[in-house]
């Protein structure tokens, strides 16, 4: 478990390790864009925090620590047209290394494996 915050997040970019779809993730202050091989792409929310979210209910999402400057040990991201929130532990960050992984910690979603994901930094 690592603590980081939006700032170091900031205007970094991220591909799944071992995924060949081409999907980029972009990281704002506000919002993390999901850059898809498509052209396409889609705009979550999220903010960090210290306190762990295991619901996925959309009410648990605090809409007030977006685009706050905020820092913690979980990233909590919400699907606004879904309304499903999602959040997970950061195990690693590492700019210089270019590694980033999660793993989700929101109970009851399906499909979801072992919840860990590992990033590669897109330069």
């Known amino acids: 478990q690592v603590t980081i915050s939006t700032t170091q ?4 970019k991220w591909k799944l390790q071992g995924n060949t779809s081409g999907s980029i993730y972009e990281y704002t202050y506000s919002k993390e864009i999901w850059h898809r091989k498509d052209g396409s792409s889609f705009a979550y ?46 195990r690693s ?12 910690i929101t109970e009851g979603l399906i499909g979801t494996g072992d919840g860990i994901s590992t990033y590669e930094m897109v330069k």
């Open 9 to 12: 997040l900031n205007g970094t």
């Open 45 to 90: 929310p999220y903010y960090l925090t210290n306190t762990p979210i295991t619901s996925y209910e959309y009410s648990a999402f605090d809409h007030s620590k977006v685009g706050k400057k905020t820092k913690g040990g979980y990233m909590v991201t919400v699907n606004e047209k879904q309304k499903v929130g999602y959040c997970a532990a950061i």
């Open 93 to 104: 960050f590492n700019k210089k290394k270019g590694i980033f992984v999660l793993k989700l």
